[in-house]
């Protein structure tokens, strides 16, 4: 039998041709229509389709629906994406502390959301290994805490962009060592609750962020708000309506309750023979020249390209010339994003033409090595340079030495490469100078610490 859930609600509506004198005002008509066939189930909130912001209806079901799958406490849909999330969990816990710890490699919203709420974030001094920042390693973690004491404790990326992960369930003992509070941004490990392996951060976090649009059959910016501590509730659900749209696409809601549903049937066996296939993949590539990024999740491969002497720029051109298309290029590694139902045909016809780059000519020797990123030193708080100092806007090929008063990066993965109140670095302003995507960067000039003689 057919759950009578979002989706069907949609369709059901779509089949009485209504007369629409409601949001949104495309009205659903033929014109619109022939741009937009799907146009038909976007609706807003009506006498029965319930509300978002006091769900107690269709969305109130699929919610319970979803944190029953996840075995949260609680569970709050997002179409606003996981940024939404992460400005609600600090918001909810902010009454706490004053500082919060979070790893290098956090997503750019984290910083923006330490700086709405004057939240000082504390940064865990991550290594750099083959191009990469790697994990906070359990020491790490546990000096900065013992550093710390002041701090509402944790909040930390689970999996990384690549799908790297660190021993979380390490983090949660030291957490709760301390009565602190662990918060993760998981918007890259919403599938992890249906995998063998690595764990799913929702089995030890307080507050953690499903981007479940990232890695599950859903649609782009559905994700999820989900909470492990019951005692955070209350805070979260006033916390989650604030920062949460009063107009949320329910076509984006009905794909969550679809994907996570999907997943809760068939995620397991999927997962599982992805892992298998992509695996045995690394080991054909890795034979053939290639480097790939090891112990990382198995719905990601992080193509090396440095051992191949081949220009990523170049392969990357090259691929989408056959229609292939990677998640992201950071000029050393293609990553190439897979998901449940990637079948194997797709991973053959990916390493058919990655192998076939290694028989070209004109692509030997044209890789350039990128500068390794050096991170510059911290010369005053973030809060102090991003919040209280005064500012002034300077050429970014001019920038090195300087303080930087706003976070600077490559968007993706949207982490800072150099943040407020550290010193920028000539690598890192070579970094900037060649990437496509930056942030930080207006008319090639950042924002630094005004009169740095004080400094």
Same mark, same amino acid.
């Given at each position: 039998?057919?759950?009578?859930?979002?989706?069907?609600?949609?369709? %059901?509506?779509? =089949?009485?041709?209504? /007369?629409?004198?409601?949001?949104? @005002?495309?009205? $659903? *008509?033929?014109?619109?229509?022939?741009?937009?066939?799907?146009?038909?189930?976007?609706?807003?909130?009506?006498?029965?389709?319930?509300?978002?912001?006091?769900?107690?209806?269709?969305? =109130?079901?699929?919610?319970?629906?979803?944190?029953?799958?996840?075995?949260?406490?609680?569970?709050?849909?997002? !179409?606003?994406?996981? !940024?939404?999330?992460?400005?609600?969990?600090?918001?909810?816990?902010? %009454?706490?502390? +004053?500082?919060?710890?979070?790893?290098?490699?956090?997503?750019?919203?984290?910083?923006?959301?330490?700086?709405?709420?004057?939240?000082?974030?504390?940064?865990?001094?991550?290594?750099? +290994?083959?191009?990469?920042? #790697?994990?906070?390693?359990?020491? %790490?973690?546990?000096?900065?805490?013992? &550093?710390?004491? &002041?701090?509402?404790?944790?909040?930390? !990326?689970?999996?990384?962009?690549?799908?790297? !992960?660190? &021993?979380?369930?390490?983090?949660?003992?030291?957490?709760?060592?301390?009565?602190? /509070?662990? /918060?993760?941004?998981?918007?890259? @490990?919403?599938?992890?609750?249906?995998?063998?392996?690595? $764990?799913?951060?929702?089995?030890?976090?307080?507050?953690?962020?499903?981007?479940?649009?990232?890695?599950?059959?859903? /649609?782009?910016?559905?994700?999820?708000?989900?909470?492990? *501590?019951?005692?955070?509730?209350?805070?979260?659900?006033?916390?989650?309506?604030?920062?949460?749209?009063?107009?949320?696409?329910?076509?984006? #809601?009905?794909?969550? &309750?679809?994907?996570?549903?999907? #997943?809760?049937?068939?995620?397991?066996e999927l997962l599982s023979k992805l892992r298998v296939e992509v695996a045995a993949l690394r080991t054909r590539l890795e034979a053939k020249g290639y480097g790939c990024l090891k112990d990382a999740d198995s719905i990601k491969l992080a193509v090396d390209f440095k051992p191949t002497g081949i220009s990523p720029y170049k392969a990357e051109r090259i691929l989408n010339r056959h229609n292939i298309f990677a998640e992201m290029n950071d000029g050393r590694y293609l990553l190439f994003l897979f998901g449940p139902t990637t079948d194997k045909h797709s991973l053959d016809v990916l390493e058919a033409q990655l192998k076939r780059l290694l028989l070209r000519e004109d692509l030997k020797n044209t890789f350039v090595s990128r500068a390794d990123v050096r991170f510059g030193a911290r010369k005053m708080p973030y809060l102090k340079a991003n919040v209280f100092s005064r500012?002034?806007?300077?050429?970014?090929?001019?920038?090195?030495?300087?303080?930087?008063?706003?976070?600077?990066?490559?968007?993706?993965?949207?982490?800072?490469?150099?943040?407020?109140?550290?010193?920028?670095?000539?690598?890192?302003?070579?970094?900037?100078?060649?990437?496509?995507?930056?942030?930080?960067?207006?008319?090639?000039?950042?924002?630094?610490?005004?009169?740095?003689?004080?400094?």
């Amino acid at each position: 039998m057919e759950r009578k859930g979002i989706e069907y609600t949609l369709r %059901e509506y779509a =089949k009485l041709h209504p /007369l629409r004198f409601h949001m949104p @005002g495309h009205k $659903a *008509n033929k014109e619109f229509l022939k741009h937009f066939p799907g146009a038909e189930a976007d609706i807003t909130e009506l006498s029965f389709s319930d509300s978002l912001q006091h769900p107690s209806g269709i969305i =109130k079901e699929a919610e319970d629906r979803v944190r029953d799958i996840l075995g949260a406490k609680k569970t709050y849909f997002l !179409t606003d994406g996981s !940024t939404c999330g992460v400005l609600s969990m600090l918001y909810a816990v902010r %009454e706490f502390g +004053k500082k919060i710890i979070v790893n290098r490699n956090a997503h750019q919203s984290v910083f923006n959301a330490c700086k709405i709420f004057g939240i000082e974030p504390v940064i865990l001094n991550q290594n750099v +290994k083959n191009g990469l920042m #790697m994990p906070p390693t359990a020491d %790490e973690l546990e000096k900065t805490l013992d &550093d710390t004491p &002041d701090a509402i404790g944790f909040l930390l !990326t689970y999996p990384d962009y690549y799908g790297l !992960t660190f &021993d979380i369930a390490r983090a949660k003992e030291l957490a709760e060592s301390k009565n602190k /509070l662990l /918060l993760i941004d998981g918007a890259h @490990g919403g599938h992890l609750r249906f995998a063998a392996m690595p $764990a799913y951060c929702g089995d030890y976090a307080d507050i953690w962020v499903d981007g479940v649009h990232k890695t599950l059959p859903c /649609l782009t910016q559905a994700a999820l708000l989900n909470v492990g *501590n019951k005692g955070l509730i209350a805070k979260v659900t006033n916390a989650v309506n604030m920062f949460r749209t009063t107009s949320p696409n329910y076509e984006i #809601m009905a794909s969550i &309750d679809y994907g996570e549903s999907f #997943m809760a049937e068939n995620g397991r066996e999927l997962l599982s023979k992805l892992r298998v296939e992509v695996a045995a993949l690394r080991t054909r590539l890795e034979a053939k020249g290639y480097g790939c990024l090891k112990d990382a999740d198995s719905i990601k491969l992080a193509v090396d390209f440095k051992p191949t002497g081949i220009s990523p720029y170049k392969a990357e051109r090259i691929l989408n010339r056959h229609n292939i298309f990677a998640e992201m290029n950071d000029g050393r590694y293609l990553l190439f994003l897979f998901g449940p139902t990637t079948d194997k045909h797709s991973l053959d016809v990916l390493e058919a033409q990655l192998k076939r780059l290694l028989l070209r000519e004109d692509l030997k020797n044209t890789f350039v090595s990128r500068a390794d990123v050096r991170f510059g030193a911290r010369k005053m708080p973030y809060l102090k340079a991003n919040v209280f100092s005064r500012k002034e806007s300077v050429e970014l090929k001019e920038s090195a030495g300087k303080i930087l008063a706003e976070n600077v990066g490559v968007f993706p993965p949207c982490f800072p490469l150099c943040m407020a109140g550290e010193e920028m670095t000539p690598d890192i302003i070579s970094i900037l100078s060649e990437a496509k995507n930056t942030f930080g960067i207006i008319n090639n000039k950042v924002k630094v610490v005004k009169g740095q003689a004080d400094k």
